[in-house]
């Protein structure tokens, strides 16, 4: 992934309308973090999955929190060669496996097998979350001539890139205003079509003078937008609010239905007003 | 809480023996730094309370852990005006909601209704975890001659404040002793009326050597304290024992009964100890 | 622990190849650090243990997981002398309690009593983890030229020396490759003769880059190991994949059946593996 998005920014930067300068070395792991002008907000978009490690046997191991229905296809590659098998759901222990024609190394990991679908109205895919968090930062850096955007990693299973970043970049920059650019869920309260997500508290709250100034700006815009309350989840915002820097943060990102599924559904409304939604906050936060 | 606090702190450190410098800009959020002389120890005392976040409907998600009964009265406000409502639980599902003649905004953040209650013996009223840690901690600034006293943030919550201030004060002063000035609980072994708790562990268990010499101090004052020993509670000092500074901590602090609702009881004794004790911890520390 | 530890450095010593700068002294707390040479990587053993402290009437609380059954020998000492009671467990509520002549001090710290086995292929004794991954780290030190050794505190009840440890050893030395040399779980996919484990993971997921490079220099150096998949665990790597620095970890130890009881039983031959392979690894990493 990481190599990847070099290579997508190496390709496109040219035509950017402000050229960052691109920080991806040893000291930030497989993380990639692009400076722009003079930045004074941050956005944070994890590159990383969830999936599934092969144990003993034929047993599976969770990666994060990937939903799990017996019949999924999971694909990966060992010593062997490509793998493409089925989840498999033992029905009295609930112990999951995977069902192919040879064994496959222990701790291959494995992956939802992508079928992308696209409508007019929609996209369709596994790994929506955060493929799209990741593109809508992309479509910000086109326009974007003061802040930065990093890609971290590992935030499906416990975090542990945005420590460092946060304190690099609050050290470097005096930064410590974030947008979490990640995508969240589909709820009673939150509709697919009514617009992005300003995300007012998961398990974590959120310091309200900082919400309140991106309600603001949101309102002012005329872009339409929907608030979300949780009492759980959460993000890359936990290592802002946890680590040693005064961090302000913000989730902001499209809902999506059928969560850590193959079958991720966002709705291209709310895609068009998180790019459009971040423009704006990039600009006057 | 945090405007309240400076204004007080700047219309009584005339009385105070010893002039503090405050810190309390963006850097520390809305946290509060007084700083007093030579200091070798810091004194933590959170100022956020647990409450209720207005979700969906007429639901209600908790901030932190706070008791809930059906019929406890909460206030706040939205952009409607003042609210005073009364808690409700779905007797099937458990569900936390308010009854109200209007509905509250999304997002709205409610607090017990304050019943202050105060008899020759005991204090009486929601939130003496932590108002009354943050008020002893204020008795203490009258005689404190060397020492800092720093008030933080979202410690009902999971914190996210302390890990910056003790970054910070340990590299501004190289103070790493901290005293957590909280409210405990009253159970079998710690009883209202025999003085503030020591408390040897929680959910985690702070430096023997730093306790011991915590317990020598108090032993030698005449002051009457007592003991406690848990297995779980936590507080402003787990920031401390994770974070990458070489804390010593303990609590200290008096206990009281009906913890987290809106009757929370502590014994006029207790409080005395208590104040009496960071008096002598923070002269012998 | 760690005066044991400091008076077995000075008296060996003088036998070890290289000597070792060493740091102990309040900024690390009960920490040690060996710094040897010029490190590349850093090696963390934990020199803490599980146990019970006491609590109220005869009621006793964990420290960390230890194992439970009626009738272990539990030592320790309080105001009034040595102890040696026997552990109690309530068959109704399941509540953990000793029997002893006499009351002990509340606060009063019990560990399991220590009855060692060798015999030719094995040993057995308590505290297996992690006296033996010390004890395997100050094999290392014996020919070590250039690492470091970092003897860390309270992993067993959720850390708090390795976060100021790793950012100590960051900053100072710039190193940011680890092993952590401790003792993990005999399982229907690990077994007892077969080698030194690599954990590939626990409930966290060290780097695949970094594990690869570990795995490669493990095969070509002709000892023999295994490798562990898990989905729960964890150990000081913990506070490395969390703090804010970009540390690549891998857990590297011999796994010993009856976990955390007083009987833990580790194979000989997996004992020489962990010995050989952090000869090895400390030379090529």
Redesign the interface.
Known sequence: MSRFLLDYIHQHQAGWKQQPQILAD?????CILLVFGQPRTAVFAHLDSIGF?????RQL???GGPRAEAGYRLVGQDSQGEIDCTLTIDEETGELGYAFHRDID??T?LTFYCDFRETDTSVQSCYLDNRLGVWSALQLCQTLEHGIVAFSC?EE?????V??L??YIYETYGVRQALISDITWV???VHPGQGCVIS??D???P???YVDRIRAIAAASGIPFQ?E???SGGSDAK?L??????W?WCFVGAPEDHVHSPDELVDKRDIASMVALYRVLMQEL
């Open positions: 040893e000291r930030f792991q497989d490690t092969v144990r003993y046997g191991v969770r990666i222990r701790g990991e590992w299973h416990g975090g542990g890139s420590a460092y946060a304190k709820t009673e309260g007012l508290r398990s974590l709250i310091r309200r003078a608030l309350v949780e009492g290592e609010q946890h680590g040693p820097q005064p302000d």
